[in-house]
């Protein structure tokens, strides 16, 4: 039996928290750093900011993949069945489609939108899942082998779960 693996988009595979923060510095005047607005500033966006961020399509296909990125999932696209994992609003299915397809992604089919993503590794028999939020992975290491990848917002816990500053650093904690 081959292993698998899931994967979250944002903040993980795509930039989503990159364009938030870029668009923030256009058109709010921020003029903090990226770590700065992901570990204080994002604390006071509203639900409706929330509800108005996630349901602005460009910020889903603005950004490329990174070499990182390109470079990780030629890695393991042999090596595991990919999962993509998200919980991106169905709104914009079409737009995370079209991207994977544009740039290529392996196991492209293989995308899921969710807001239960345990029942999903369950599901799945998912060996491995990387992720950012800390509620997925504080979630996920219940039923499989998690890691979590750096970011300001998940910084109390990178002593707590494996964590990767990089996807290509993420491949130390994956086994064959």
Same mark, same amino acid.
């Given at each position: 039996?081959?292993?698998?693996?899931?994967?979250?988009?944002d903040g993980v595979?795509y930039g989503w928290?990159?364009? *938030?923060?870029?668009?923030?510095?256009?058109?709010?005047?921020?003029?903090?750093?990226?770590?700065?607005?992901?570990?204080?500033?994002?604390?006071?966006?509203?639900?409706?900011?929330?509800?108005?961020?996630?349901?602005? &399509?460009?910020? +889903?296909?603005?950004?490329?993949?990174?070499? &990182?990125?390109?470079?990780?999932?030629?890695?393991?696209?042999?090596?595991?069945?990919?999962?993509?994992?998200?919980?991106?609003?169905?709104?914009?299915?079409?737009?995370?489609?079209?991207?994977?397809?544009? +740039?290529?992604?392996?196991?492209?089919?293989?995308?899921?939108?969710?807001?239960?993503? *345990?029942?999903?590794?369950?599901?799945?028999?998912?060996?491995?899942?990387?992720?950012?939020?800390?509620?997925?992975?504080?979630?996920?290491?219940?039923?499989?082998?998690?890691?979590?990848?750096?970011?300001?917002?998940?910084?109390?816990?990178?002593?707590?779960?494996?964590?990767?500053?990089?996807?290509?650093?993420?491949?130390?904690?994956?086994?064959?």
């Amino acid at each position: 039996m081959s292993k698998s693996i899931g994967i979250d988009l944002d903040g993980v595979l795509y930039g989503w928290h990159i364009a *938030v923060f870029e668009y923030y510095q256009v058109h709010k005047n921020y003029m903090g750093s990226y770590t700065d607005f992901w570990t204080y500033e994002y604390k006071n966006i509203t639900d409706t900011g929330w509800k108005f961020l996630t349901h602005i &399509d460009i910020f +889903y296909s603005s950004q490329m993949p990174t070499e &990182d990125c390109i470079r990780f999932l030629d890695n393991i696209k042999y090596r595991f069945d990919i999962y993509y994992l998200t919980s991106r609003p169905e709104y914009v299915k079409l737009t995370t489609e079209q991207f994977l397809k544009r +740039y290529k992604f392996p196991f492209r089919d293989n995308l899921i939108f969710t807001d239960d993503k *345990v029942s999903d590794a369950r599901r799945l028999k998912l060996s491995y899942c990387i992720d950012d939020m800390p509620h997925h992975i504080e979630a996920l290491a219940k039923v499989t082998n998690v890691i979590m990848i750096a970011q300001p917002w998940n910084k109390n816990l990178w002593d707590v779960y494996p964590t990767a500053h990089s996807l290509m650093s993420a491949l130390q904690y994956l086994e064959d």
